[in-house]
């Protein structure tokens, strides 16, 4: 077999190889688009127990809120419920292993934000002069606290404030720009627009 042919054979099977793992990562990725509808499923029926459950444990005034949406980008949602009462008024949980996990309790406060890209969330909450924004970010199915900024009002009624990053106290400069960085290049979404149920 002479060069151009060797050659032309060459980029032939080159070309086969390179359709032949086009369609598997298609397959693959219709395979597991498959299984996290499954598990959605199967978590939506066990968040209706979870919102049977609180329901039950706060005793809404009117009725329980919830909504389910994937805030971790894994194909399987997270799900919010809203009891409404000052100490609890939303929970966070997600479903992992075959079992409910919660994630965060928020008094006096809402998750009011998400950044579906970098799969932050953002919310906010606080009395008595005390007031919080705080992100979150997730790392799988762990919801893990990046950035605070704490408002502080003086009997006076004015307004002091702190900022940490990781934990750390900060300027509010280098809060800013680790916040901007956080959420690069994403839109900050609001949650209350989701579809909110009632039980």
């Known amino acids: 077999m002479n060069t151009t042919k060797r050659n032309k054979t060459q980029k032939w099977l080159a070309l086969f190889i390179a359709i032949c793992l086009l369609f598997t990562a298609a397959a693959t990725t219709r395979v ?6 499954s598990v959605n499923k199967k978590a939506h029926r066990a968040y209706q127990a979870q919102i049977k459950k609180d329901d039950a444990e706060y005793e809404p005034y009117q009725y329980l809120r919830y909504v389910y949406k994937d805030f971790n980008g894994d194909g399987i949602d997270e799900l919010i419920t809203y009891p409404g009462y000052g100490y609890c008024t939303e929970i966070l949980y997600t479903y992992q292993n075959g079992k409910i996990k919660k994630l965060k309790i928020l008094g006096q406060g ?3 934000k998400y950044y579906k890209k970098t799969k932050v969330l953002r919310c906010v909450y606080g009395n008595m002069g005390h007031y919080y924004t705080e992100y979150f970010k997730f790392n799988k199915k762990k919801l893990v606290k990046k950035a605070k900024q704490l408002e502080i009002i003086d009997q006076n009624n004015v307004s002091s404030f702190q900022y940490y990053v990781n934990g750390k106290r900060t300027t509010k400069k280098k809060y800013n720009v680790y916040v901007k960085k956080l959420t690069k290049g994403d839109k900050a979404r609001s949650i209350a627009n ?3 149920k009632k039980y």
Do not use: H, I, N, T
Request: glycine share 8%.
């Open 32 to 37: 597991a688009c498959g299984a996290s509808k």
């Open 110 to 112: 809402e998750f009011d």
């Open 194 to 196: 989701l579809k909110w």
